[in-house]
């Protein structure tokens, strides 16, 4: 049955390939700005309920006061868009992040997913690193600091997750973690970008947009995605755009020509 069955092709399926040669460079910039678009959006959100609050009150409040539920989940879902660019973990270590797997150094944050909630990783492999760049290591920072409170209900003040759940028609689940945060993330990447991908793919899209930009990235696009074997990376790239390498060789041709 298994031989029956299974694929007669390694590496990703051609759907999701199709899905992937969407990615223009004009919808990679789209995506790798999201979470600032998110913030620009959010920041005029807050500036514009500060000013109506004056106008109502003479008095122009803090900009931590102006949050709602709903503008944290804004936050929690840049916050989400930093992380999968960073390494894109599968669906479920997303959503349910835990408080007790941040670390810091120097101003930058790093997440440690132990290895008994991953995938394929054994104890003997460590953690899984996912390290933030400033940017995205300032707004965890404020994100904790000042906002994640808002939208936990009182009695869920030790509530483990990153991500907590938030309220839902009026509604809290306690101690639970937003396990639809993914499938925000999926509809405002079709939104704003054009292209509806799963949060499975992004392992693959992110592999696929650095081999784009330089195909001998092969080994470090191995290590950015866990792969153990080199090979596994391989079969799942090593056919995923061929006109990136004919562009590549056209660009070669083109400046022997212009050298002749």
Same mark, same amino acid.
């Given at each position: 049955?298994?031989?029956?069955?299974?694929?007669?092709?390694?590496?990703?399926?051609?759907?999701?390939k199709?899905?992937?040669r969407?990615?223009?460079e004009?919808?990679?910039?789209?995506?790798?700005?999201?979470?600032?678009?998110?913030?620009?959006?959010v920041?005029?959100e807050?500036?514009?309920?500060?000013?109506s609050?004056r106008?109502?009150?003479?008095?122009?409040?803090?900009?931590?006061e102006?949050?709602?539920?709903?503008?944290?989940?804004?936050?929690m879902?840049?916050?989400?868009?930093h992380?999968?660019?960073?390494?894109a973990?599968?669906?479920?270590?997303?959503s349910?992040?835990?408080?007790?797997?941040?670390?810091?150094?120097?101003?930058?944050?790093?997440?440690?997913?132990?290895?008994?909630f991953?995938?394929?990783?054994?104890?003997?492999?460590g953690?899984?690193?996912?390290?933030?760049?400033?940017?995205a290591?300032?707004?965890?920072?404020?994100?904790?600091q000042?906002?994640r409170?808002?939208?936990?209900?009182?009695?869920?003040s030790?509530?483990?997750?990153?991500?907590?759940?938030? /309220?839902h028609?009026? $509604? +809290?689940? @306690? #101690?639970?973690?937003?396990d639809?945060?993914?499938?925000?993330?999926?509809?405002? *990447?079709?939104?704003?970008?054009?292209?509806?991908?799963? /949060?499975?793919?992004? $392992? +693959?899209? @992110? #592999?696929w947009?650095?081999?784009?930009e330089?195909?001998?990235?092969?080994?470090? *696009?191995?290590?950015?995605?866990?792969?153990?074997?080199?090979?596994?990376?391989?079969?799942?790239?090593?056919?995923i755009?061929?006109?990136?390498?004919?562009?590549?060789?056209?660009?070669?041709?083109?400046?022997?020509?212009?050298?002749?």
């Open positions: 049955m298994l031989a029956r069955y299974a694929p007669a092709r390694k590496g990703i399926a051609p759907k999701n199709a899905t992937l969407r990615f223009t004009a919808r990679i910039q789209a995506l790798v700005d999201l979470p600032d678009q998110i913030l620009r959006e920041n005029r807050v500036q514009k309920r500060r000013e609050y106008s109502a009150h003479g008095v122009l409040p803090k900009p931590v102006m949050f709602d539920a709903g503008l944290v989940k804004q936050i879902l840049a916050l989400a868009t992380i999968m660019l960073a390494r973990p599968r669906r479920s270590n997303l349910c992040l835990r408080l007790d797997w941040i670390r810091w150094r120097e101003g930058l944050a790093t997440l440690e997913i132990p290895p008994a991953v995938k394929g990783r054994r104890a003997q492999d953690p899984l690193l996912i390290p933030l760049d400033g940017k290591s300032r707004l965890l920072d404020q994100y904790l000042a906002l409170a808002k939208i936990l209900h009182a009695e869920d030790r509530n483990p997750y990153l991500f907590p759940s938030p /309220p028609a009026g $509604r +809290h689940r @306690i #101690g639970g973690c937003y639809s945060l993914p499938d925000r993330l999926v509809d405002q *990447v079709h939104e704003r970008v054009g292209v509806r991908i799963n /949060p499975h793919l992004w $392992r +693959h899209l @992110i #592999g947009i650095w081999l784009r330089d195909p001998d990235k092969l080994a470090a *696009v191995q290590k950015l995605l866990g792969h153990k074997n080199i090979q596994t990376t391989i079969d799942y790239y090593a056919d755009d061929e006109s990136v390498v004919l562009n590549e060789w056209l660009g070669y041709l083109d400046g022997k020509k212009k050298k002749a």
